[in-house]
């Protein structure tokens, strides 16, 4: 993800794929007008990287030149086309392609294309590398489009947000700002069967490094292995192992809109770790919520839940107090690293499971 002043956006399309829409896009005006000798007419200031790339690519002989013409404020038209300059070349009696970079509602190459009847020309063909048939309003037909997209707001490839992003390699696309959460509390305040249920409600991906290493564990990996040692006897896996396995966790949804981290971060380092990668996907944690339960319901909780879910942490008393001592040693201390950024929002977490989800949802909201 990156910003572009106060805005988000997410990988849209690759170089590659561009250049395979530019290859679209040449392939259809080759074979039309190899013998118009037409004038490529660019739009600036978007379509200049759209008309460098087609024009190399065209095999025959054309001229080239540019208008300007102004139709966007940041994100939304201005449904007024404001032309610039005169033109520099002599259109009558030729073939002359409007070169856009995108056409959305049509507007400016409509205005375009009357403006430009006044020089006579032969024929006004118009093509674009990017074309949404969805807002697409006008009765002129767009004669060459190298793809169809969606209705997204999209910047790069010489397409800008308020004049920056144009140099952009790849094209990008609007998004929200991702909604990061910390979802803490000790061993048994419920973080595992509040995440399941609110990842679906807030479309957010659930990370737990618990269920990551008994994944490892069950398939007999190197990883599992080693985790294995330190979970039995109630201990933390290394920070160096666990965070080098959340950052690759984290990668495997590069799309995602954000996370819940259960289980993540339990230690200093780690809580730092998580700053750094976010900070380098331009974003960050919006808030730690924190379910509080008492250490003598943990207890029971965790006894009655290693009946059923076969963990051997959760069999024995022994352990399972293990657990609760390393909690308060080394991961409760980062409610006051999150309480110092005012991120940290405590819910009562014993209660009626739907009740806890309603607490947990009303902090959610707020982030
Ligand atoms: P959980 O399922 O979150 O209760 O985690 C079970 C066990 O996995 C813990 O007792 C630790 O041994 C290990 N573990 C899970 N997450 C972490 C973490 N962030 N750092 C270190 N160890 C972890």
Same mark, same amino acid.
């Given at each position: ?23 679209n !896009?040449?392939? =259809?005006?080759? @074979? ?9 007419? &660019?739009?600036?200031? %978007? ?13 025959h002989?054309?001229e ?39 056409v959305?509602?049509g ?63 790849? !094209?990008?696309? =609007?998004?929200? @700002? ?9 061993? &048994?305040?419920?973080? %595992? ?8 409600k ?21 990883l599992?292995?080693l ?19 959340l ?8 799309d995602?809109?954000?996370f819940?981290?259960?289980?993540f ?16 996907k ?40 293990? @657990? ?10 980062l ?14 977490g ?14 959610f909201?707020?982030?």
């Open positions: 993800m990156i910003k572009i002043h106060d805005l988000y956006f997410k990988p849209f399309l690759s170089s590659q794929e561009i250049a395979a829409a530019i290859d !896009l040449a392939y =259809q005006i080759n @074979r039309d007008l190899a013998d118009k000798k037409p004038i490529f007419l &660019g739009i600036l200031n %978007g379509s200049y990287m759209v008309l460098a790339d087609l024009t190399r690519k065209f095999d002989e054309c080239v030149s540019f208008l300007r013409a102004k139709s966007y404020e940041g994100t939304s038209s201005t449904g007024v086309v404001k032309l610039g300059d005169q033109l520099d070349i002599a259109l009558s009696g030729r073939t002359v392609v409007i070169v856009e970079d995108i959305d509602s507007l400016t190459v409509v205005t375009l294309s009357r403006k430009l009847q006044q020089y006579q020309p032969k024929d006004i063909k118009i093509a674009t590398l990017f074309f949404k048939p969805d807002v697409y309003s006008q009765d002129l037909k767009i004669d060459y489009v190298g793809q169809n997209i969606e209705n997204k707001f999209v910047v790069g490839y010489g397409m800008d947000y308020n004049n920056l992003g144009r140099n952009l390699p790849e !094209l990008y696309v =609007q998004t929200e @700002r991702m909604k990061n959460i910390v979802l803490f509390g000790p061993p &048994g305040a419920g973080k %595992g069967t509040q995440a399941t249920r609110l990842k679906d807030y479309g957010l991906v659930h990370i737990s490094t618990g269920d990551v290493f008994r994944y490892n564990i069950k398939n007999g990996t190197e599992g292995t985790a294995k040692s330190f979970m039995d006897k109630g201990n933390l896996v290394p920070d160096e192992v666990t965070i080098k396995m950052k690759a966790e984290v990668e495997k949804t590069p995602a809109q954000g819940i981290f259960d289980g971060p339990r230690t200093d380092a780690q809580a730092k770790a998580l700053d750094e990668l976010l900070a380098s331009n974003t960050d944690i919006a808030g730690m919520v924190a379910l509080e339960v008492d250490d003598e319901v943990l207890v029971e909780r965790l006894l009655e839940r290693g009946k059923g879910s076969g963990r051997a942490d959760d069999a024995n008393e022994g352990v399972i107090r293990d @657990r609760i001592s390393v909690y308060y040693k080394q991961t409760a201390p409610k006051d690293y999150y309480a110092a950024q005012n991120k940290y929002y405590g819910v009562d014993v209660g009626e499971m739907d009740a806890i989800t309603d607490r947990l949802s009303v902090e909201d707020k982030l």
